[in-house]
């Protein structure tokens, strides 16, 4: 946790708060490809969105309405994905559970790819189907 940057905001000096209410806080760095974007992360360290506590799950739905009423009025997106990676086969990076709030614009080339792209792509079927 020493090395978290969720934990530790100064150790990321690009990310600010931009929301946050009494268990969350809704994170965003500077962003060249989608606009908007960011992560709503608990402010004590899960380590995945399994571990949150029932008032952090509350507080996540609560603080994500917020998020949307702004990034609509900030960016006007068409659309949005919301995310979380759990563990580093899924994708997680940093092991400290957040949210990905992701803007979506119609006028984007990957528009229209989702996270359901990557279940029906054949390029990511596996070998071998069964337990490891």
Request: aromatic share 6%.
């Amino acid at each position: 946790m020493e090395r978290c940057p969720f934990c530790h905001l100064a150790i990321d000096p690009e990310q600010r708060v931009v929301l946050q209410n009494e268990h969350c806080l809704f994170l965003q760095k500077p962003q060249k490809v989608l606009i908007g974007s960011g992560v709503i992360v608990p402010k004590q360290h899960r380590e995945t969105v399994l571990d949150l506590t029932e008032e952090e799950w509350a507080a996540t739905f609560s603080l994500l309405q917020d998020v949307k009423r702004l990034l609509d009025e900030q960016c006007r997106p068409d659309g949005y994905n919301l995310g979380w990676n759990c563990g580093p086969t899924a994708g997680q990076h940093i092991m400290h559970a957040h949210l990905h709030v992701i803007p979506r614009f119609r006028d984007e080339p990957l528009a229209g790819k989702g996270i359901r792209y990557w279940l029906k792509s054949e390029d990511n079927r596996r070998h071998h189907t069964g337990p490891h």
